[in-house]
């Protein structure tokens, strides 16, 4: 049936038959009234620019749930539209343009808009296209633009979105809500406040899309929502996808860009797995888990993000593995507060601050990570605990793993090389335990302890460093047991200041001043130690050290055995083998 004017399309749709067409001439077809379709019907035009519905009455239809002022769709057959603009100019606020409550809609190549404003008394919101009750809907191609919602989806009702542009829609491009499920796909969405929206009990399956210049959100799940993000683009928006409250997120192989927020950001009790995805130059942090949220995030690359490159917070426990954080403004990964950080296999490079990082009261099991070229190689501040295992830091410009604050470290079997300052470092209240590590080249020493750090350094190999192998100042209080110090270009273990030292079985050869040595205040215990070959002494005290020196065996140094610089060194001598010294066995002016 071939109309060319609004009186003849009105009469049209009470006349045709079941199934039947209607074809709209080019032009602009305004009504007064919108229009109930209660059969299965085609309406078709000559494309959105040429053909043009224009609602301009004050009359909406107000039945079920909600308010339409343009096209109203009440049957259980198929309502086709396609190749039209439809338009609401009326006065109230909170239509929607097109709407559907069963049935199954398809709209194609059309231009919605004018589904504007909030009714708060019959709390209704407009939108250009209201999908709910039990209706379906594919909406292919179409543009969905200057409305409070462009599309909505909700109760019951199930859409699929493709190809479809929706901009400039005062809330959202699109938003599912109730147990409705929707599939968006191919599409562009911007300059909404929220992309796409999902809540309630909604099932999302968002693929291939482009999201920018979003207020808030490109893609975000709220209430107990569950979406299937997938190789969509986000960027330029407030966050790239967001997940709040108790829903469930998998993201994988999106690329989420230089949104002002977080790449991806999960909050509330939300659940969220993230693979593959690329999240750089964001605003904050590429990848964010905050309050009670749950984050498994494999295989991501963050990069040249101001923030950290994946970071939790609150109470939020993530699972990180196998993900690249490099370049970005502050950390690689950083957990704080009260949350929990499990990260294997990560690399961790040229991040401005520290690779991996814990502050807070934060737990974090790190283990076989690759940290460089970082200001500091993995760091756990505050109250924090790490457990650091065979995990390699290297090249960063400061320590290769340091401990602060009252943090406690299990540090065993980690290689920290070329560093700039220590290969491991404790200072102030912290506590480390160092096991089976390998520490060299590293310009200060290999293990250091400061402030009034404790530390139980066993089994280590520190060669090769700046300083000393082993190093305690300051109020520290070491323990040294079967670790072996060669080839440090000073001393193989030293204590300075009023630093205490327990040390026994540890080999020290071929160092650039003394096997072991100690100074000012500080009180040394020295039992059954190998100091060999060393370009200076064996062991050396100086000052007014206090200690026991007892069983140890120092040979073939090239100065003395064992020297004592002063009469005020307090320590005593006991039962040590000493032999083919250059500069003599034992020399002690206090004798």
């Not at 039209?84 to 190549?109: M, N, W």
């Not at 949104?259 to 999240?279: D, H, R, V």
């Not at 290297?394 to 700039?420: D, F, R, W």
């Not at 130690?529 to 040979?555: D, K, P, R």
């Given at each position: 049936m071939l109309v060319?004017?609004?009186?003849?399309?009105?009469?049209?749709?009470?006349?045709?038959?079941?199934?039947?067409?209607?074809?709209?001439?080019?032009?602009?077809y305004r009504l007064r009234e919108p229009l109930l379709i209660q059969r299965a019907l085609t309406i078709s035009g000559a494309g959105s620019e040429k053909t043009q519905i224009i609602f301009e009455g004050n009359s909406i239809f107000t039945e079920g749930?909600?308010?339409?002022?343009?096209?109203?769709?009440?049957?259980?057959?198929?309502?086709?539209?396609?190749?039209?603009?439809?338009?609401?100019?009326?006065?109230?606020?909170?239509?929607?343009?097109?709407?559907?409550?069963?049935?199954?809609?398809?709209?194609?190549?059309?231009?919605?808009?004018?589904?504007?404003?909030?009714?708060?008394?019959?709390?209704?919101?407009?939108?250009?296209?209201?999908?709910?009750?039990?209706?379906?809907?594919?909406?292919?191609?179409?543009?969905?633009?200057?409305n409070e919602v462009g599309i909505g989806v909700g109760w019951f009702a199930k859409a699929r979105i493709e190809l479809c542009e929706m901009f400039s829609n005062e809330l959202a491009g699109a938003v599912?809500?109730?147990?409705?499920?929707c599939e968006v796909r191919h599409c562009e969405i911007k300059d909404n406040q929220l992309g796409v929206?999902?809540?309630?009990?909604?099932?999302?399956?968002?693929?291939?899309?482009?999201?920018?210049?979003?207020?808030?959100?490109?893609?975000?799940?709220?209430?107990?929502?569950?979406?299937?993000?997938?190789?969509?683009?986000?960027?330029?928006?407030?966050?790239?996808?967001?997940?709040?409250?108790?829903?469930?997120?998998?993201?994988?192989?999106?690329?989420?860009?230089?949104?002002?927020?977080?790449?991806?950001?999960?909050?509330?009790?939300?659940?969220?797995?993230?693979?593959?995805?690329?999240?750089?130059?964001?605003?904050?942090?590429?990848?964010?888990a905050d309050e009670q949220s749950r984050l498994v995030a494999r295989n991501n690359t963050c990069e040249g993000n101001q923030g950290v490159g994946i970071e939790l917070s609150g109470s939020a426990r993530g699972e990180i593995e196998g993900n690249t954080c490099r370049n970005n403004g502050l950390c690689g990964i950083a957990a704080q507060e009260q949350s929990r950080l499990v990260a294997r296999n990560n690399t961790c490079e040229g991040n401005?601050?520290?690779?991996?990082?814990?502050?807070?009261?934060?737990?974090?099991?790190?283990?076989?990570?690759?940290?460089?070229?970082?200001?500091?190689?993995v760091a756990?501040?505050?109250?924090?605990?790490?457990?650091?295992?065979?995990?390699?830091?290297?090249?960063?410009?400061?320590?290769?793993?340091?401990?602060?604050?009252?943090?406690?470290?299990?540090?065993?079997?980690?290689?920290?090389?070329?560093?700039?300052?220590?290969?491991i470092c404790a200072d102030e209240q912290s506590r480390l335990v160092a096991r089976n590590n390998t520490c060299e080249g590293n310009q200060q020493s290999g293990i250091a302890l400061l402030g009034s750090a404790q530390g139980e350094i066993e089994g280590n190999t520190c060669h090769n460093n700046g300083l000393c192998g082993i190093w305690a100042q300051d109020q520290s209080r070491l323990v040294a047991r079967n670790n072996t110090c060669e080839g440090n270009k000073q001393g193989g273990i030293g204590l300075l200041d009023s630093a205490q030292g327990e040390v026994s079985g540890n080999a020290c050869r071929n160092n650039g001043l003394c096997g072991i040595g100690a100074?000012?205040?500080?009180?040394?215990?020295?039992?059954?130690?190998?100091?060999?070959?060393?370009?200076?002494?064996?062991?050396?005290?100086?000052?007014?050290?206090?200690?026991?020196?007892?069983?140890?065996?120092?040979?073939?140094?090239?100065?003395?055995?064992?020297?004592i610089h002063e009469r005020s060194v307090k320590a005593t001598l006991r039962n040590n083998t000493v032999y083919g010294n250059r500069?003599?066995?034992?020399?002690?002016?206090?004798?």
């Open positions: 060319t004017n609004a009186e003849e399309l009105v009469r049209a749709i009470q006349e045709v038959k079941e199934g039947g067409e209607i074809t709209l001439q080019p032009g602009e749930r909600g308010k339409c002022g343009g096209i109203k769709f009440a049957h259980e057959g198929m309502l086709s539209i396609r190749d039209l603009s439809v338009r609401y100019s009326g006065v109230e606020s909170g239509c929607a343009v097109i709407e559907a409550d069963r049935g199954d809609l398809r709209l194609t190549r059309c231009f919605v808009s004018g589904g504007i404003g909030r009714d708060e008394q019959k709390n209704t919101i407009g939108c250009g296209i209201w999908i709910h009750g039990t209706a379906q809907a594919v909406i292919s191609g179409c543009i969905v633009a200057d599912i809500m109730g147990n409705a499920s929206w999902a809540a309630g009990t909604a099932r999302l399956v968002a693929r291939n899309n482009t999201c920018k210049g979003n207020t808030y959100s490109g893609i975000a799940l709220f209430g107990s929502a569950q979406g299937e993000v997938e190789r969509n683009t986000c960027r330029n928006n407030g966050i790239g996808v967001a997940a709040g409250e108790q829903s469930h997120l998998i993201a994988r192989n999106n690329t989420c860009e230089q949104n002002k927020g977080s790449g991806i950001a999960l909050s509330g009790s939300a659940q969220g797995e993230i693979e593959g995805n690329t999240c750089r130059n964001n605003g904050t942090d590429g990848i964010y401005q601050g520290v690779g991996i990082a814990l502050f807070g009261s934060a737990q974090g099991e790190v283990e076989r990570n690759t940290c460089r070229n970082n200001g500091i190689g756990a501040g505050e109250q924090s605990h790490l457990i650091a295992r065979n995990n390699t830091c290297e090249q960063n410009k400061g320590s290769g793993i340091a401990l602060s604050g009252s943090a406690q470290g299990e540090v065993e079997g980690n290689t920290c090389l070329n560093n700039g300052y220590h290969g100074q000012d205040q500080s009180r040394l215990v020295a039992r059954n130690n190998t100091c060999e070959g060393n370009e200076m002494s064996g062991i050396a005290l100086f000052g007014s050290v206090q200690g026991e020196i007892e069983g140890n065996q120092c040979a073939n140094n090239k100065l003395n055995g064992i020297y500069g003599g066995d034992i020399y002690d002016p206090r004798r």
